[in-house]
């Protein structure tokens, strides 16, 4: 069967986790930020915990803030450059209240992407029999009359300094695209969080690149 259009690889949502030394807000302190934040990024609700709060919108974007901790993640219904614009807006006015200098880890990168086949069972066929080349015969050992198996696949690679951890199956609401999840760690600490902002774009160019070409290149076997 015909291999997936390139051009129908999309991101859908990005979020990014960085650890930082403890740093205490009160509840003046992110009320104050919230109000700042809110028209910014369209975030409308506040949650206040013991030791921090989490920012959310009715779009899907989120900031969360810890002592140890600050995150933030969002759909990525425009692009992934406009996703990470925003995702990295949102996670640099959060860190505002870390102590300028202080490390910064990689807690993670988590990149989910869909990919259309644009026809019905296209993805979990294909990846089942061009992907990972499962004859149809040993398939029919874990089937059923009632239902193909689907079968998914996961892989572990280092990516400059940290760890890529991929996951690609077919989706289970909706069997003709493919689901993508990339996640990316670091142990180690970065400068700023532009080097953070680095990592995410390298794991998205991983996806476009390296990643696809080999999904894709199933039919040519």
Sequence with gaps: MTGPDAELLRAE???????HADEESSRAELA??????????ELNRMEYVDDGATFTGSGGSELVMRPGHTASAGVTSLGFLEGLDRVGGMLRDGLARVTPGAPLAVDDVTLVAAWDLEEEDGARRYLSDEVLGIARDRQALLADDADDP?????LWRKLGD???????????????KLYLRLVYNEDGFVDDLDDVLERAEAVNAYMHGPLAAFIRAGVRR
């Design 162 to 176: 940290g760890m890529l951890d991929i996951a690609v199956e077919p989706m289970h609401s909706d069997t003709s």
């Design 150 to 154: 689907s079968f998914g696949m996961r």
């Design 13 to 19: 949502f990005l979020g990014i986790t960085v650890r």
């Design 32 to 41: 104050s930020m919230f109000a700042a934040l809110s028209e910014r990024y």
